[in-house]
């Protein structure tokens, strides 16, 4: 998992800027359910990206994040990036960006 992570989010960006491409742009949804990470670290969680019935994308982590747990992937559709905050708790309706798979 860690592997596939690094990859996505520091491997490739860097051949996107060398193909000259333009930076993904994430997909803002809010949180379905609260979460917790370690205060002060950026996350990169797998989750669930879906729409509402008004067609407003929301998403939920998956209730796993154990690196060494691959499961998750096969049922996962996306990756949510938490920035780095002093909050080890982040509420749910929180928008944060998410990157399909």
């Known amino acids: ?47 669930n990206l879906s729409l509402t019935s008004e067609s407003q994308p929301t998403v939920e982590a998956h209730g796993n994040q154990k690196a060494s747990i691959t499961r998750p992937l096969l049922t996962a559709n996306s990756w949510i990036k938490i920035d780095a905050s002093p909050e080890d708790e982040i509420p749910a309706g929180t928008f944060v960006h998410v990157y399909p798979f």
């Not at 997909?27 to 370690?38: D, G, N």
Request: proline share 9%; aromatic share 10%.
């Open 1 to 47: 998992v860690a592997t596939a992570t690094g990859f996505r989010f520091f491997v490739d960006p860097l051949l996107r800027f060398l193909e000259g491409q333009k930076p993904e742009v994430p997909i803002v949804a809010p949180l379905k359910t609260a979460l917790k990470k370690a205060a002060g670290a950026t996350c990169f969680l797998k989750g």
